[in-house]
């Protein structure tokens, strides 16, 4: 059973913008806080933005700063990417992950430990 479930991709214009939201998947677990990275056809999964439930800090990948906002809730094991101003190069399946572990490198997909099967996103210009 996949532990986190990804929903709210499609198909969008370029400018346009789309709500991914992330939860557990009928598992309990606790967490230290919850990202979203993405892949692109031929290329690696990249980082895209984190939040750490204990201070609330966020995090986010300088290509997406100023247009994405993730946010969520931790009790409930969900997260969620605002994105705005979407660009073609944003076309990418993106994936939910869960760090239970505290790590302090968030931008390498190994530090994280639970992961959804990806929602796949494409701009069109």
């Known amino acids: 059973q996949v532990p986190l479930v990804e929903s709210g991709g499609g198909l969008v214009q370029a400018g346009g913008s789309l709500r991914l939201s992330c939860a557990a998947s009928?598992?309990?677990?606790?967490?230290?806080?919850m990202g979203w990275f993405r892949q692109a056809p031929g290329k690696e999964r990249e980082f895209v933005a984190a939040?750490?439930?204990?201070?609330?800090?966020?995090y986010y990948a300088d290509s997406v700063k100023g247009r994405f906002t993730i946010s969520g809730d931790g009790p409930r094991h969900a997260v969620y990417l605002q994105m705005n101003r979407l660009r073609p190069v944003g076309t990418a399946i993106y994936y939910c992950?869960?760090?239970?572990?505290?790590?302090?490198?968030?931008?390498?997909?190994?530090?994280?430990?639970?992961w959804g099967q990806g929602t796949q996103v494409t701009v069109v210009s």
């Open positions: 992950a869960a760090d239970l572990q505290a790590s302090s490198i968030l931008g390498y997909p190994a530090e994280w430990d639970l």
């Open positions: 009928g598992r309990t677990f606790s967490s230290y806080g």
């Open positions: 939040i750490r439930w204990g201070v609330g800090s966020t």
